[in-house]
């Protein structure tokens, strides 16, 4: 059963730092990618990056480029994303999700099809 369990939410305050996590279960193939994204209360769900299990390369989205970084650890199928200087605006529930069918590096969360069930994150003002 493929299963996505995101952990790492926490309430930060402006400026911090924090690292959230995406593991990957029940995959029986290695090539897909992986994506990170958020939704603030009123707003759209919005694509912040994504990796390539394969090779690692990976694609970021304007809100957060040289802010936050993508990164994998496929030993332990898992995929973090280390968020720096973290502001107000990026309070929101930030969901990983797996694109498994014709797999390319997406932002656009209609494109995939596995979802986990988020972790909130806070950042006080």
């Known amino acids: 059963q493929v299963q996505l369990v995101e952990s790492g939410g926490a309430s930060v305050q402006t400026g911090g730092s924090l690292r959230v996590s995406c593991v990957v279960h029940?995959?029986?193939?290695?090539?897909?990618?992986i994506g990170w994204f958020r939704q603030a209360p009123g707003k759209e769900l919005e694509g912040i990056s994504c990796i390539w299990r394969g090779d690692g390369s990976s694609r970021y989205g304007e809100s957060v480029r040289g802010r936050f970084t993508i990164s994998r650890d496929n030993t332990r199928n898992t995929v973090f994303l280390q968020m720096n200087n973290l502001e107000p605006e990026d309070t929101a529930v930030y969901r990983c999700?797996?694109?498994?069918?014709?797999?390319?590096?997406?932002?656009?969360?209609?494109?995939?099809?596995?979802w986990g069930q988020g972790t909130q994150v806070t950042v006080a003002g």
């Open positions: 029940g995959f029986t193939s290695d090539d897909y990618v």
């Open positions: 999700a797996a694109l498994r069918i014709t797999p390319w590096l997406s932002l656009n969360p209609t494109d995939y099809g596995d």
